[in-house]
C-alpha cells in the first residue's frame, strides 16, 4: 500500500501511528518535497507547527531505519510564491499531484483537502480530528483543583498560582528546574493535540509565539528570540458562578436588567473580570432570553452553547463587528478593550443599537473611563457607557453611574463656566465622585468627593519613629511629621536645622530615609505659619467693581480669600495693591453678600 500524508496529518503526529496499525503494515510512504519545505518554511519562522511536523518526519525516518515501513521523498520544492501562497491551496494542490503520480492513496485531516481530492477522483482517508481529554497532557500533571495556572520555563522549577481571586499564592509544584528538551516536549504535544481536537484553537501564531486555546484553557508558548528562554503558562479558570454568588443589590440586577446597555467590567489582573463577564453572559442569555454573542481574542470565556464566541475575522476585529452588525445581538461581550481601536469598535457597535459589556484593566474605578477619553468624542461617552462596575479580589468593589449634564463644574463659580459635564456618580448611593469637563484646550477629570486620608495606628506609630530618628540626630529640633501614606511623609522643622536634617550631598536624610524605608520631604515651621496665617481683608465698591485692599509690600502675592472658613478663590495681589472682581459675576456677589450677613472676609496667604 503507498500512502501519502500532507502537512496537516503531519502536524498532528498521528502519521507515525497509523502506519503501525495491521491495516497499513509494511507501507509504502511517500512525502512530498512541498510538505517538507512548508514545514521548514514555518519552523523557520519560530512556529511550533513546523517543529512538530519536522520532529513528526524524524519519527518517519526511524520507523524507517527499523525496517518497518518504506519512505521515499519525491517532487520539486516549490518556490517561494508557491509558499506564500500555501493558504490558497498552492501546497495542497502538490501534494494531491504526488498522491495521483504514484497512484496512492492521500491521508490527510484537512477536510477540504480530503473533499477536493476525492473530486479530482484519488482515493483519500480523511482522519477526523478526536477528543483529547486535558489531563492525557503532560502539563496536566502540574494542575489540582485549586490551580489557577502553571507557568514553566527552563532552568526554573515549575510554579503555580493557587486559589481564588483576592486570595492567590505562587507555590513550587516541581522539585527541580525543568530543561528546554522538556518543555520543548511539552509545547509540540501541546500544539498537536490542538490540532486534532475539534474544540480547540491555535488563536495566534508568530515568530516565538504560541498562543492556543485548549478547551477552556488559555495556552502561552514563548520561545526565543522572543523570550529569552524556553516558557509555558497555562491559565484556566477555577469556578463558574452566576450572578446571584455576587449578592448584587436589587437595585443593581434591575440596572443590568432593565437600562445597562454600556457597561464596563473593570479591574486589575487577577481581580475576577472575566469571572464576572462569563456570570454576566449567562444572566442575559438564561435569565433574559436574549441573544448574546462575544468578541475575544483569544476565545477563553466559558460560556453556555447558547452564546456564540467569535474571534477576529482575518484577525481584524473590525471585520467581526461588522458581521455581528448584520446578526443583531441583543448583547455583545467585548473581551477585552486595550487599544484605541478597541474602544472605537465598542463605540460604534453601542451607537447602533447593540447592548456591550467591555471588559477593561484598571486599578481603579475611573481608570476604566479614563481609558476611553481621547478615542471617542468626549461627549459621546455617556451614550457609549452608562454603567462601569469595579471588581476588585472577586468581588464587586464600586458601581458608577455615567451620565451627561450641563453646568458649572464643582469648584467654579462664574456662571459663564457653564459647560457639558460629565458627572460619575456612586450608583447604589448617588455621591458624585468625578466630574469631567473640557477645559480651554485641556480635558479635566476632577475628583469631586475624594476621601479623606485616614492614619492608620502603624503610621502613627511611624510619625513617632520619624520624629524620634530625627530628635536623635538633631537634639534641640521642633519637629512635626504627617504621614502622607504608608511610604511618604512630609518633616517640618525649625529653618536654621534643615541643612543638618539634609546633610552634605542629602547624605542625612537619605540614611533617616534608608533606615525607615519612608521617603520624606522637609518642609519649613516658618513657611508653614506664613502659609497658614490668616488675616480680614478690607473690602470697598469702586465703580463696577468689589476691591479687596492689602498693604503694598503684598503686590504679587497670592492669597486663597475665604468666606469665614469657606474657601472662596484664590488671586494674586495687582501693582496697586488690590484685588478687583467684577461686581457682576457671582464671586462679587457672594463676598457682597457675605458682608450684609456680618461674615469676615479672610485672605491666608499662599506660600508657593
Not at 484577525?315 to 478593550?337: C, F, H, N, Q
Not at 541643612?499 to 524605608?517: H, Q, W
Request: aromatic fraction near 6%; hydrophobic fraction near 40%; charge should be negative.
Amino acid at each position: 500500500m503507498k500512502i501519502v500524508p500532507d502537512t496537516s496529518v503531519i502536524v498532528d503526529g498521528r502519521i507515525t501511528k497509523i502506519v503501525q496499525d495491521q491495516e497499513f503494515t509494511g507501507c509504502e510512504v511517500i512525502i512530498p518535497e512541498a510538505v517538507i519545505a512548508e514545514l521548514e518554511n514555518q519552523a523557520n519562522k519560530g512556529r511550533e507547527t513546523g517543529f512538530n511536523g519536522l520532529e513528526e518526519l524524524k519519527n518517519l525516518q526511524k520507523l524507517y531505519t527499523d525496517g518497518k515501513i518504506s519512505l521515499m521523498y519525491v517532487g520539486r520544492r516549490p518556490t517561494l510564491e508557491e509558499i506564500s501562497l500555501a493558504r490558497g491551496g498552492e501546497i495542497d494542490a502538490m501534494i494531491r499531484d504526488t498522491a495521483g503520480d504514484h497512484d496512492a492513496i492521500l491521508v490527510t485531516s484537512d477536510k477540504v483537502q480530503k473533499e477536493v481530492a476525492e473530486a479530482q477522483g484519488l482515493e483519500a482517508i480523511y482522519l477526523k480530528q478526536e477528543m483529547v481529554g486535558y489531563k492525557d497532557l503532560e502539563i496536566g500533571k502540574y494542575f489540582d483543583d485549586d490551580t489557577m495556572s502553571i507557568h514553566l520555563k527552563e532552568n526554573v522549577v515549575p510554579l503555580a498560582k493557587k486559589g481564588t481571586p483576592g486570595n492567590i499564592k505562587l507555590v513550587k509544584v516541581g522539585k527541580k528546574p525543568l530543561r528546554r528538551i522538556e518543555i520543548e516536549k511539552m509545547s509540540r504535544e501541546i500544539v498537536e493535540r490542538a490540532k486534532s481536537d475539534f474544540k480547540s484553537f491555535v488563536e495566534i501564531e508568530m515568530e516565538g509565539a504560541t498562543v492556543i486555546q485548549f478547551r477552556e484553557y488559555r495556552i502561552s508558548i514563548a520561545k526565543p528570540p522572543f523570550s529569552d528562554g524556553m516558557e509555558i503558562t497555562v491559565v484556566r479558570p477555577v469556578a463558574r458562578v452566576s450572578l446571584e454568588d455576587y449578592r448584587l443589590p436589587d437595585k443593581l440586577l434591575e440596572r443590568l436588567r432593565d437600562t445597562a446597555k454600556g457597561v464596563l467590567i473593570a479591574g486589575p489582573p487577577g481581580a475576577g473580570k472575566t469571572t464576572f463577564a462569563q456570570a454576566a453572559a449567562d444572566f442575559y442569555s438564561k435569565d433574559l432570553g436574549a441573544i448574546v454573542k462575544t468578541m475575544e481574542s483569544p476565545r477563553d470565556l466559558q460560556v453556555g452553547d447558547d452564546v456564540t464566541q467569535y474571534a477576529p475575522l482575518e484577525k481584524d476585529m473590525g471585520k467581526t463587528a461588522d458581521i455581528l452588525l448584520l446578526v443583531r445581538p441583543d448583547y455583545t461581550i467585548y473581551d477585552e478593550l486595550r487599544k484605541t481601536k478597541d474602544f472605537r469598535i465598542f463605540a460604534d457597535m453601542r451607537l447602533a443599537g447593540v447592548g456591550m459589556i467591555g471588559v477593561v484593566h484598571a486599578t481603579r474605578p475611573i481608570d476604566a473611563i479614563q481609558r476611553i477619553i481621547g478615542r471617542v468624542e468626549l461627549g459621546m461617552i455617556p451614550s457609549i457607557i452608562d454603567t462601569t462596575i469595579f471588581i476588585h479580589d472577586g468581588e464587586v468593589a464600586a458601581v458608577y453611574d455615567v451620565s451627561l449634564t450641563v453646568k458649572v463644574p464643582t469648584g467654579m463659580v462664574e456662571a459663564d463656566l457653564s459647560r457639558p459635564v460629565i458627572e460619575i456618580r456612586d450608583f447604589l448611593n448617588g455621591d458624585l465622585k468625578h466630574e469631567i469637563y473640557t477645559y480651554g484646550e485641556q480635558t479635566i477629570v476632577m475628583e469631586v468627593s475624594p476621601t479623606k486620608f485616614q492614619k492608620t495606628p502603624i503610621q502613627k506609630i511611624a510619625e513617632r519613629e520619624i520624629t524620634q530618628e530625627i530628635k536623635r540626630r538633631i537634639p534641640q529640633a521642633t519637629v512635626d511629621v504627617d504621614m502622607k501614606s504608608d511610604k511618604r511623609a512630609t518633616v517640618w522643622i525649625d529653618e536654621k536645622n534643615i541643612p543638618k536634617l539634609i546633610g552634605k550631598k542629602g547624605k542625612t536624610i537619605d540614611e533617616v530615609e534608608k533606615k525607615l524605608g519612608i521617603n520624606i520631604g522637609v518642609e519649613s515651621l516658618q513657611s508653614r505659619a506664613r502659609e497658614e496665617e490668616v488675616s480680614s481683608v478690607d473690602v470697598e465698591i469702586a465703580g463696577n467693581y468689589v476691591v479687596l485692599n492689602f498693604d503694598k509690600e503684598f503686590v504679587g502675592t497670592p492669597f486663597d480669600i475665604l468666606v469665614d472658613e469657606d474657601y472662596l478663590f484664590t488671586a494674586t495681589v495687582g501693582k496697586k495693591g488690590n484685588i478687583k472682581i467684577k461686581k457682576d459675576i457671582e464671586l462679587a456677589n457672594i463676598i457682597l453678600g457675605a458682608l450684609k450677613q456680618n461674615r469676615p472676609i479672610l485672605a491666608r496667604l499662599r506660600n508657593e
